[in-house]
């Protein structure tokens, strides 16, 4: 099965971003994270990252006609870009939603996600293990 996995705005700076609230491990040990677990589990997984909502929209036009599953973080677009969630509804695959922070923890204008209400799943606050879990799902996950 392929798996596009995609990170919205400012996920590129993981590492030295609040670090408190995104921990220390940079951008490219969540990329090794993905390429590593997709690797044990037999999945083709390819993994990006943009600043550019146009660009996310690109990325998810690609995967509904490609038919991949998605484990997106939309970041600071989770909670107001009517686009990515419009981009998402086209999906054809399954959709996974990640956070690495917990959201409902943190302030009031994250608490709403535009996304997780079309998406198959949610999962926030484990960190980079919410990228393997996502990916351990949508391997054993039938169709
Ligand atoms: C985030 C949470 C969002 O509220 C925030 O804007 C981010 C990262 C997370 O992974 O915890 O950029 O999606």
Same mark, same amino acid.
């Given at each position: 099965r392929r798996v596009d996995v995609l990170n919205g705005p400012n996920l590129g700076r993981l590492g030295h971003r609040e670090p408190d609230v995104?921990?220390? +491990?940079t951008y490219a040990a969540l990329v090794a994270a993905c390429e590593t677990t997709g690797a044990e589990l037999g999945l083709s997984v390819t993994v990006r990252q943009t600043d550019a909502e146009h660009e996310m929209l690109g990325f998810l036009h690609e995967a509904a006609d490609t038919g991949a599953a998605v484990v997106l973080n939309?970041?600071?677009?989770?909670?107001? @870009?009517v686009a990515v969630r419009d981009a998402c509804a086209m999906l054809t695959g399954p959709l996974i939603e990640v956070h =690495? @922070?917990?959201?409902?923890?943190? +302030?009031?204008?994250?608490?709403? @996600? =535009?996304?997780s209400p079309i998406a198959t799943g949610v999962i926030c606050g484990l960190g980079l293990d919410g990228y393997r879990l996502a990916l351990r799902h949508l391997a054993a996950r039938p169709s």
């Open positions: 995104y921990g220390t +491990e939309p970041a600071a677009w989770t909670h107001y @870009s =690495l @922070s917990n959201v409902h923890a943190r +302030e009031a204008f994250r608490h709403t @996600s =535009l996304i």
